[in-house]
């Protein structure tokens, strides 16, 4: 039997709040059976990216109110996190300010690799990657909810359901330093560290303010990198503007990487114990990791939800296949090509690899019946 994906439309049919996405979400929690995926009095992640200092883009702490208050009612212990991306301290305040915090939400804030994102157990994510570090308070939790913020992403190219579990629920600095075995591989599977070519760099410093542990400096004006500091998060490579910094990495093996990721993280929980929701609102063309908010690509589409990573990411991208890009973004003026989505188009990169790559570790299926709810 294929996955049901639910699609609550964006619009509303009047002006009555259950007619508004926010009451719909609201009552189709109400309605759907949240019991059957988590189990009474367990501690349950609600795995979200918190965002970003500038990034405020990210899922509107009403809705994540609205999930908190489904799982208190099976009932269960949720709590809202995500791995360290930024410094944990930093990454608390910055959830803080976006509204994240337990007098809003009901529940507890946390980083689940803890405050110092050291906090990991090793799994053996696939050939690729081997083993990785995933967040402890994923690893030992029994069920999830996984709500997804749908964006651009530089190299995943889709920000959905994947990408979130795999590079969120993988530390980016494991005990002992060694990023081999956090998220930063996914991106350094072919070098150890970028590459900087001098004659197109202008010194503008920006790769060096982006850093999130201060790791590039420019002693002499030479660029220069403390790799055991280092993360290999990428973030120096995406924003310089001129192209002087690179990572070394292929579309397809970052792919391979990101869905072994996914892989390792869904390991740990048993079979039917994760449960996913996308948030096709104020799609942004970056990741919600950058220092900015710019404007959405395509028009809000709504809210999935579904028990399989692939078949909601794999409507997610169906649903952007469709959608018209808008004016004063970044996907103004994109030219529609069959078969691609909006994300795609704009980084000239095809998504849908990532949804072959974890339909192929068996992590779900791109076959799925869409529902809507209006
Ligand atoms: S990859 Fe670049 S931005 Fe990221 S930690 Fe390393 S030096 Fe800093
Ligand atoms: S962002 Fe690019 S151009 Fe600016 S200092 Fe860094 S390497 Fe040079």
């Not at 300010?97 to 990991?120: C, K, Q, R, S, W």
């Not at 005990?175 to 900087?196: A, S, T």
């Not at 002087?244 to 079979?271: D, Q, R, W, Y």
């Amino acid at each position: 039997m294929k996955p049901k994906v639910y699609q609550i439309t964006a619009q509303s049919r009047s002006f009555v709040y259950d007619s508004g996405l926010m009451g719909k979400f609201e009552r189709f929690l109400e309605r759907f059976d949240v019991r059957r995926y988590i189990p009474e009095d367990e501690l349950v992640p609600v795995k979200m990216h918190l965002g970003n200092n500038g990034a405020f883009k990210t899922i509107r702490p009403q809705f994540v109110k609205k999930v908190v208050d489904a799982l208190k009612k099976v009932p269960a212990k949720p709590f809202v996190t995500d791995s360290v991306r930024v410094p944990g301290y930093e990454y608390l305040e910055i959830a803080q300010e976006a509204g994240y915090t337990h007098l809003t939400l009901g529940a507890p804030v946390i980083m689940a690799d803890g405050i110092f994102g050291n906090d990991t157990i090793k799994v053996y994510a696939g050939e690729t990657l081997g083993e990785m570090a995933i967040a402890s308070a994923i690893h030992d939790a029994k069920a999830m909810v996984v709500l997804s913020h749908v964006k651009g992403h530089i190299q995943a190219v889709l920000g959905g359901a994947i990408k979130n579990i795999s590079m969120g629920g993988i530390s980016a600095a494991p005990r002992g330093g060694d990023w081999h075995q956090g998220r930063g591989k996914m991106h350094f599977l072919m070098g150890e560290i970028m590459q900087w070519d001098e004659t197109k760099c202008t010194l503008c410093l920006d790769c060096m303010n982006v850093c999130p542990v201060d790791a590039i400096s420019f002693p002499d004006e030479v660029y220069a990198v403390n790799k055991d500091a280092c993360w290999r998060c990428g973030r120096c490579a995406r924003v310089c503007p001129v192209e002087a910094i690179t990572v070394p990495i292929s579309h397809e093996v970052f792919m391979k990487a990101v869905a072994e990721g996914a892989n390792a993280v869904l390991k740990t929980f048993e079979p039917g114990r994760v449960l996913y929701i996308n948030f096709l609102l104020e799609m942004q063309p970056e990741c919600d990791c950058m220092p900015i908010a710019d404007p959405p690509v395509a028009q809000d589409q709504g809210i999935l939800i579904c028990d399989d990573p692939v078949a909601i990411d794999m409507a997610t991208l169906d649903i952007l296949s469709k959608v018209s890009p808008l004016p004063d973004s970044r996907a103004s003026g994109l030219i529609p090509k069959e078969g691609w989505d909006i994300l795609s188009l704009l980084h000239k990169k095809d998504a849908r690899l990532q949804i072959t790559q974890a339909e192929r570790l068996g992590l779900g299926s791109s076959q799925y019946e869409l529902e809507i709810v209006s």
